[in-house]
């Protein structure tokens, strides 16, 4: 078999990757080794963010490792470039507080509309399929070799994509062509919480929290957005987010929950005075439920350990303080972070001082080009992953199709 441009992966990074190399003229094929590609997507409950409705700067400066490198790909491909392609491939988004991009239908139907589009390209794509080598002559890369089925089928070719994502087959090749691949690490991973007062309503989904980081007493980090409450502890974008500088730190953090984080702490203080002046008979309970859903009251009232019978005339001012306490700064024992098969992204990766950053082709081994997480780039919770995923694809496969053009 002869191809001028062979993708390994089938994410995001490969797709695009691959979808570009075709647009520009080089028969591409695309193998992949699970039935379908993007198949973590499609299985997904719907809550993926497909990128950040940002400007390049303010997208490299979510990236914590890997930014300068980036600037080429993002320039060339940057999250407006992208709206736009999705719309080409009649993708609908959503786009949350401005920035956030989600798609609007059901991630398996998006997945499938990605795939169509691949089609539609002209790149054939090859599932259940596991490339095993990667050939070269003299250094420069000739192909590729993937099993199918228990058959061994070889692909001559002049550019390999390599986008195998952070798992370890894809680092055994780039070690196979001289590649050092840097240690893999969680970048964003959900938080262990002990002994969590919000242990009780586990499974509820707060839509927006505020999580605060303290060392020493002092600040460390902030983040907000969504907070699941999953067994043993919590996931969603803040505690992603957040879970960066978890990671980050060295020092003993601790943890702070803020449950109604668009309300000032005087505000709340001042509005409860009306309302108890309006109101007096009522409970806290359910005075609280004006602010909040009454379960999360329930836990906020036992936190402060305020009977829920209370009145809003008995309440103490002690109680107050305790009440506003519990509701603004409600404290997690955080044990750490869940373990890396759990993690959201990764860090580490090949590294980046063998590719050239401005058209992903390793200086190692010419004719290989790298994208997506197989490189070690680590971002911010936020859609940054999959753009950079999608921005390096895109680098790759229009350099990789001129590359086995012969006009690179
Ligand atoms: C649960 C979860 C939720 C996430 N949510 C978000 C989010 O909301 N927004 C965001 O920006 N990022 C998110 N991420 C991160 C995001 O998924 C990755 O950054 C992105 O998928 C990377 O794309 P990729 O193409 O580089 O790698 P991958 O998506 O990992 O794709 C690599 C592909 O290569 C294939 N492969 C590997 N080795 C071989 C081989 N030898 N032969 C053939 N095929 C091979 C794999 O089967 C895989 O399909 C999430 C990650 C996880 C795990």
New binding site residues.
């Given amino acids: 078999m002869k191809r001028d441009v062979v993708v390994?992966?089938?994410?995001?990074?490969?797709?695009f990757a691959a979808a570009k190399a075709a647009l520009e003229g080089a028969s591409t094929i695309l193998?992949?080794?699970?039935h379908e590609?993007?198949?973590?997507?499609e299985q997904?409950s719907g809550?993926?963010?497909?990128?950040n409705n940002s400007q390049r700067l303010r997208v490299q400066s979510k990236i914590t490792k890997g930014a300068e490198f980036m600037e080429t790909p993002l320039k060339l491909f940057s999250p407006n470039k992208l709206l736009i392609q999705l719309e080409g491939i009649g993708i609908p988004v959503k786009i949350i507080g401005e920035e956030f991009v989600y798609p609007m239908d059901k991630c398996s139907v998006a997945a499938e509309k990605f795939r169509a589009w691949l089609a539609h390209c002209g790149v054939q794509t090859i599932v259940d399929?596991?490339?095993?080598a990667i050939s070269r002559k003299d250094g420069t890369i000739t192909g590729v070799t993937?099993v199918q089925h228990e058959k061994t089928t070889a692909v001559e070719c002049s550019a390999v994509i390599l986008?195998?994502?952070?798992?370890n087959?894809?680092f055994d090749?780039l070690r196979e062509t001289d590649h050092v691949i840097n240690p893999i690490a969680a970048s964003q991973v959900p938080l262990v919480i002990e002994n969590s007062p919000l242990e009780k309503i586990t499974g509820t989904t707060l839509p927006d929290a505020r999580l605060y980081l303290w060392a020493d007493g002092k600040k460390k980090a902030d983040a907000r957005g969504v907070v699941k409450l999953i067994p043993g502890g919590i996931d969603g974008g803040a505690v992603l987010d957040l879970s960066t500088s978890v990671l980050e730190n060295s020092e003993a953090c601790t943890l702070s929950i803020d449950l109604l984080p668009g309300v000032d702490e005087g505000a709340f203080d001042k509005d409860l005075t009306t309302m108890i002046s309006e109101k007096g008979t009522a409970t806290i309970l359910e005075l609280l439920a004006t602010f909040i859903p009454k379960k999360v009251a329930d836990i906020i009232l036992e936190h402060a350990d305020i009977p829920n019978r209370t009145t809003g005339a008995t309440l103490t001012g002690k109680q107050r303080k305790a009440l506003r306490g519990s509701i603004f700064r409600m404290d997690l024992n955080l044990t750490g972070p869940f373990p890396i098969e759990q993690?959201?992204?990764i860090a580490g990766g090949c590294d980046l001082a063998a590719i050239n950053p401005d058209t992903m082709e390793s200086y190692v081994a010419p004719g290989l080009f790298l994208?997506?997480?197989?490189l070690d780039i680590a971002?911010r919770w936020?859609?940054?992953?999959?753009?950079?995923?999608i921005s390096t694809?895109r680098c790759a496969g229009q350099v990789a199709a001129a590359t086995a053009k012969g006009i690179a």
Avoid: N, P
Avoid at 31 to 34: F, G, Y
Avoid at 47 to 51: A, F, G, P, V, Y
Avoid at 371 to 374: K, T
């Fill in positions: 390994i992966g089938g994410g995001f990074a490969g797709m193998i992949e080794q699970s590609t993007i198949s973590w997507f997904s809550s993926e963010l497909l990128t399929a596991e490339v095993t993937f986008a195998t994502g952070g798992g087959r894809g090749l993690a959201a992204s994208a997506g997480d197989v971002t936020g859609g940054y992953s999959i753009q950079c995923a694809g």
